[in-house]
């Protein structure tokens, strides 16, 4: 067998109804692939049964005698962000310590993890953490960092990992997902730069703007099966690929609960921060934020990763105790004045990595997006008839209303995410907050994600707070724009760019 590996007839059953079906693939040395299709069509799952992390895969994928994939496989994904973030989470001792902290799996640790220690090297370690911009973070936790930094350590891993392991397997998930923009082109550069023809990569993106390069093949997927696979021009230009590209979008043109809650006559300002500073783990993040959000803004932030996007949405909806004892005002009520936390939570609905990463197995999809009412990760309530009703006239919304009874964990990643927008605007909520919200999704999705908001901004009594990485990636409605922008001593405060 002269190829890296090679799956033949390969069946996967997931859920009750859907299969994964692959007839024919071969990954050969020194080739790099991109895996391509858009949300649901199985490209997560194939990427498991190749590395190795499914039952099927030791009777399925047949490996070149020389490689072994229990040493040679490196992934990086969200799937194995989330079980990272999971297993340091569950290892913390922080609350049986002196000094009530656990620092965790550090940066450093984690890449060097993919090597053994006869194996290290200290230059190309320092090489990576230089270019994806870790080097100060090099003894942080991975607990305390932002979805973004965690992503780029993983791919720091599997590099690092990768060039030690001759004949190696890299395959990426979206290496992109959650980095800022400053930072894409550095990655793009360090990933063409250190591949070689020693080892195979397969890169799986469902946005045509982010094939790489650097991708010699392109395997063409949708509905957990390969249409077409071969060089990539030649795949862009058949006609499978040119019908994925051109779907159209498919909206209502009224949306649930639109017009049942009648804006207020007279609103002052929604939200309001006077000189508001914030630390994380110890260390300043925020200085000096003043900032104000009136019942007729539409409002987009901006910022590189760890500059304290999260941590500031996290001292308006609720999450933050150092909102607290300063001038936070929601409402025209200062935060901390005898309100609760599901009071606050009750004005917003949210759509964050964070809470994608709380939300485990064993949830149905419409008892997700009916814990929305409950501002719950998850359902603990009887729930009512009209409650599942306005849950599944949400998701039929999303085009998952099919789903409604299949196990969150079921869907894809993108999936997921609509799901938890749909969670979010179940109970039409005051603020909408969208940490990221187009992380996951294809093309299509996308544009549907961003006209959908459009539509929830001129029918809903909701506003929206908006976060983005991507250039351009915002609905039209937005009339406020801002930046974090580096401060004195390393922390960062807001600039208004419109």
Request: proline letters at 3%; aromatic letters at 8%; one cysteine or more.
């Amino acid at each position: 067998m002269t190829a890296l590996l090679q799956v033949d007839q390969a069946l996967c059953r997931i859920g009750r109804k859907a299969v994964l079906k692959i007839d024919n693939l071969e990954l050969e040395r020194g080739q790099h692939y991109c895996l391509f299709g858009p949300n649901g069509a199985g490209k997560s799952l194939l990427a498991t049964l190749l590395a190795g992390k499914r039952r099927e895969s030791g009777s399925y994928v047949k490996w070149a005698e020389d490689f072994d994939p229990r040493r040679q496989i490196f992934l990086v994904s969200f799937e194995e962000q989330q079980r990272l973030w999971e297993r340091d989470n569950r290892l913390d001792i922080s609350e049986y310590s002196p000094d009530a902290a656990d620092q965790g799996t550090s940066i450093e640790a984690l890449i060097c993890s993919a090597r053994t220690r006869q194996e290290q090297d200290e230059t190309l370690l320092d090489e990576l953490l230089q270019v994806l911009n870790l080097a100060a973070f090099r003894q942080q936790g991975i607990r305390f960092l932002s979805s973004g930094q965690v992503r780029k350590a993983l791919l720091a891993r599997a590099l690092y990992g990768v060039k030690a392991a001759a004949g190696g397997l890299l395959i990426l998930d979206e290496p992109l997902e959650s980095i800022d923009r400053e930072s894409r082109a550095h990655i793009l550069n360090c990933i063409e730069q250190l591949l070689d023809s020693r080892f195979c990569s397969l890169s799986l993106h469902r946005r045509e703007g982010d094939i790489p390069p650097y991708a010699s093949h392109l395997l063409l997927m949708q509905d957990l099966r390969l249409l077409a696979q071969g060089p990539v021009e030649e795949i862009r230009q058949s006609p499978q690929f040119r019908t994925m590209m051109t779907r159209q979008l498919e909206l209502p043109s009224v949306l649930p609960g639109a017009g049942e809650i009648e804006r207020p006559q007279q609103e002052g300002k929604l939200l309001e921060l006077h000189n508001v500073s914030a630390a994380w783990s110890g260390k300043p993040v925020l200085t000096d934020i003043n900032w104000q959000m009136t019942a007729s803004d539409h409002v987009l932030f901006e910022g590189p990763n760890g500059c304290g996007k999260s941590t500031f949405l996290s001292l308006i909806d609720g999450d933050n105790h150092q909102a607290y004892g300063q001038q936070v005002l929601l409402f025209g009520r200062r935060k901390g004045s005898g309100e609760s936390v599901w009071e606050v939570k009750s004005h917003f609905g949210v759509v964050s990595n964070e809470l994608h990463n709380k939300y485990v197995k064993g949830w149905r999809v419409q008892d997700v997006v009916v814990s929305g009412f409950y501002d719950s990760v998850g359902l603990y309530d009887d729930s009512g008839a009209l409650e599942r009703e306005k849950a599944l006239a949400w998701l039929q919304v999303m085009d998952l209303e099919d789903s409604a009874a299949a196990y969150y964990h079921e869907l894809s990643f993108g999936q997921q995410r609509l799901v938890l927008l749909a969670r979010a605007m179940v109970k039409q909520p005051r603020i909408l907050i969208l940490d990221e919200p187009c992380v996951g999704l294809d093309d299509y999705h996308r544009r549907a994600v961003l006209a959908l908001l459009d539509q929830i901004a001129g029918q809903c009594l909701t506003q929206l707070l908006y976060v983005s990485h991507v250039a351009g990636e915002q609905p039209a409605c937005i009339n406020r724009h801002y930046r974090f922008v580096p401060a004195a001593g390393g922390v960062h405060t807001l600039q208004q760019l419109l």
